[in-house]
């Protein structure tokens, strides 16, 4: 009979593949079947939109890295700057205790060091792009084009395959967030009876399966080395096309390299987002516990790095190094698109992706590198982190299309709930033993339909016929000025050189 371990890795990595070529069958092969003149309109925008993109990936490298010194220069931001090299502090310091722990093999330095560097670094990175938000709203050049963004507003969706495919994309995001509090879940279920004479042979099935859905990893040692070797290598050759290219428009500007297909690398980069960067910190959280009280969670959890030929310092170094930068590249690229809205189709705000995507980091950050001596905390931390994504959702609507902001607060709703039910249940064993997988489930299903339940009735009590005439006028009326006004600036190009300084 085939191991059942190599059955499920080999669906794991046949679903990334066919989801890989349905994406560029779609993207390249459908698109490129319309009409010569639709095809040729379709190209002009997209060459427009894709220099929008990579004008917006500019300034926020340029954002990021360019930190004044004095503390005049920090004026009106203080609070962004001094934060910044706080953690900037915390990233060097964090760094240099890493190294001295890994030469000297002290286990709980180097596990709390990595959680440091990690966290550190996602908050730096937050910090310089809420900078940039607020900056690029006073600063830009295209100050009508971000107003066009911030108040155009759609009910309806059209059935098509990009809308399908973006829904698609929700609903694996959602199973990928949730499956976080399910699989600490199983961890406590799996501890607990390694603790007793239990078969926790259950727990793992129900791992490998949530993997599967999810996309994140969950292989066996060797598969663990394929992967992350793998991961390393995209990451690489993804840094040496970025810096050829860059050379190569830097030495001939007048004849540059055509960029028109970075567009369709957008979906897709949403949709590996969090199974990359997950599997690196999946990976530094494993090899960071090795020779700690937790080590025994870690060699059955989300991956398992115990195999004899892995060298704990090159790994750990490597993944933090792939991590550090898969995050920057990944965030910076999903969060720089900021097309003007077709009525129809499902785009979102790139600050409402910035938010959530640094959120959904943070609550895999929390759920795999805080210890599990410290599970009330983790908890705590997870339902503040889910909490916040919800009340961004309602307050913010990063989509611009009501239905789906309002079935997205739905999704955040029922992952808070699962939340609560397990962090109830994960710091209470003699609950968790008397209740059973049964009355689990059972919990939880309930929950999620009763939120279903309620979002239905409010949903259908607050409905209110929309004008879509107006709508639309007022959409095309805002699209001409921002045109209009992108012209006119466009012949002094002033102001968006104040905004990269």
């Given at each position: 009979m085939a191991d059942p371990n190599v059955v499920l890795t080999l669906i794991y990595f046949a679903t990334i593949a066919a989801i890989i070529i349905g994406t560029v069958i779609y993207f390249l092969v459908i698109a490129r079947i319309s009409d010569p003149e639709v095809r040729l309109l379709d190209l002009i925008t997209t060459q427009r939109e894709v220099q929008h993109l990579i004008d917006n990936l500019s300034s926020q490298f340029k954002n990021f890295f360019r930190l004044p010194l004095r503390w005049r220069a920090m004026k009106p931001y203080y609070t962004h700057h001094t934060l910044s090299w706080l953690f900037i502090l915390a990233l060097v310091a964090s760094t240099i205790v890493l190294i001295v722990s890994l030469s000297l093999n002290l286990p709980q330095v180097i596990r709390i060091s990595t959680f440091t560097f990690i966290a550190s670094l996602n908050a730096l990175f937050m910090?310089?792009?809420h900078l940039y938000y607020i900056r690029r709203t006073y600063l830009t050049y295209d100050a009508e084009?971000?107003?066009v963004l911030d108040t155009t507003e759609f009910y309806d969706f059209e059935w098509s395959v990009f809308n399908i495919f973006q829904?698609?994309?929700l609903v694996i995001e959602f199973l990928q967030l949730l499956s976080f509090p399910i699989r600490d879940l199983l961890d406590s279920i799996h501890l607990k009876n390694q603790?007793?004479?239990?078969?926790?042979?259950?727990?793992d099935t129900a791992n490998f399966i949530i993997s599967i859905i999810t996309m994140f990893a969950n292989l066996n040692s060797k598969f663990y080395i394929i992967q992350l070797w793998f991961l390393v290598a995209v990451i690489g050759c993804v840094v040496l096309v970025i810096s050829a290219i860059?050379?190569?428009?830097?030495?001939?500007?007048h004849k540059p390299i055509a960029l028109f297909w970075v567009k369709y690398l957008l979906p897709l980069a949403n949709l590996v987002y969090l199974p990359m960067l997950v599997m690196l910190i999946g990976s530094t959280s494993c090899l960071s516990k090795i020779g700690t009280e937790d080590y025994r969670g870690a060699s059955s959890g989300l991956l398992r790095c115990s195999d004899p030929s892995v060298n704990k310092?090159?790994?750990?170094?490597?993944?933090?190094?792939?991590?550090?930068?898969?995050?920057?590249i990944l965030t910076t690229f999903v969060t720089s698109f900021d097309r003007i809205p077709i009525k129809g189709e499902i785009h979102y705000k790139s600050q409402g992706v910035a938010f959530l995507k640094n959120m959904s980091m943070l609550l895999s950050i929390d759920f795999l590198l805080v210890a599990n001596s410290y599970s009330h905390i983790r908890s705590i931390l997870s339902l503040i982190i889910v909490i916040s994504m919800v009340c961004f959702n309602i307050s913010s609507q990063p989509c611009f299309v009501v239905q789906i902001n309002y079935w997205r607060s739905y999704g955040f709703c029922s992952i808070l709930w699962v939340a609560l039910i397990v962090t109830m249940l994960t710091n209470e064993s003699d609950t968790l033993d008397d209740i059973g997988a049964g009355g689990i489930a059972s919990a939880l299903a309930v929950g999620v339909v009763v939120i279903l339940a309620l979002f239905i009735i409010v949903r259908r009590i607050n409905r209110l016929p929309k004008n879509d005439a107006q709508d639309k006028e007022e959409q095309e009326?805002?699209?001409e000025g921002a045109l209009a006004n992108k012209n006119a600036n466009s012949t002094?190009?002033?102001s968006h050189e104040n905004f990269n300084v």
């Open positions: 910090t310089r792009q084009h971000y107003l829904i698609g994309i603790q007793g004479v239990a078969d926790d042979n259950k727990s860059h050379c190569y428009n830097s030495w001939r500007p310092p090159l790994y750990l170094i490597v993944s933090i190094i792939a991590y550090t930068a898969g995050y920057v009326y805002l699209v002094t190009g002033n």
